[in-house]
């Protein structure tokens, strides 16, 4: 695993919205807009998306949670 996974001070919406940038191949940018606030929207964009979904779990009886 790479070096990014696991920091302690994300919550698991910005973990997964991270993990998606990086299967996309942009988590320099995602880094880059959460850094210094340049671009945040591309940022906010894979956070609402992700809340969404894990909404979504939710409904179905899934559970997000950091072991």
Known sequence: MSAWYGDPGLSATEALAEAWASIDGKLDQFHAANQDG????????????VASMIERLETRGYVIVRS
Not at 38 to 49: K, V
Request: proline content about 0%; aromatic content about 16%; glycine content about 16%.
């Open 38 to 49: 340049r671009e945040q929207g591309y940022r906010d964009g894979y956070i609402l998306d």
